[in-house]
């Protein structure tokens, strides 16, 4: 998916970046050689979790969105596909941005939509 890279801060030996399109923003540490802020580029997203230590509750909103609150990404998505033999979800948050997330064994459902709050230090930003 193709982001525009908004603000570049430094944490000790790692890049925090927070990237923005349309009304969406996400913020995450920077796994990639550093771009220049305002850059578009295609990027991909990780989580560095299991759903089971995400905050996450069933939304009543279908429509997608992501949204940086402090240093909490507020993602809102629909669950897509469960892989059960794997324990992987795979998170919905725009029509060219799927993310994959594991689980110890805590199901969500499948089509539903959810809202989860995931911190920036979880979140890895890798440029395709």
């Known amino acids: 998916?193709?982001?525009?890279i908004d603000k570049i801060s430094q944490l000790k030996t790692q890049y925090v970046v927070r990237i923005k399109r349309d009304l969406d923003s996400i913020?995450?540490?920077?796994?990639?050689?550093l771009p220049s802020s305002g850059q578009t580029t295609y990027i991909?997203?990780?989580i560095n979790a299991f759903i089971e230590e995400i905050n996450i509750i069933e939304h009543?909103?279908?429509?997608?969105?992501?949204?940086?609150?402090?240093?909490t990404n507020e993602l809102i998505g629909?669950?897509?596909?469960?892989?059960?033999e794997d324990s992987l979800h795979y998170f919905r948050i725009s029509s060219d941005c799927l993310i994959m997330?594991?689980?110890?064994?805590?199901?969500?459902?499948?089509?539903?939509f959810y809202k989860m709050s995931i911190p920036a230090n979880i979140v890895y930003i890798t440029r395709c």
């Open 1 to 4: 998916m193709k982001w525009e």
């Open 27 to 33: 913020e995450g540490i920077w796994l990639s050689e």
């Open 44 to 46: 991909e997203l990780d």
């Open 60 to 71: 009543d909103q279908s429509e997608y969105s992501a949204r940086v609150t402090g240093d």
């Open 78 to 84: 629909v669950i897509e596909e469960i892989d059960q």
């Open 101 to 112: 997330l594991e689980s110890k064994g805590f199901r969500l459902s499948l089509g539903k």
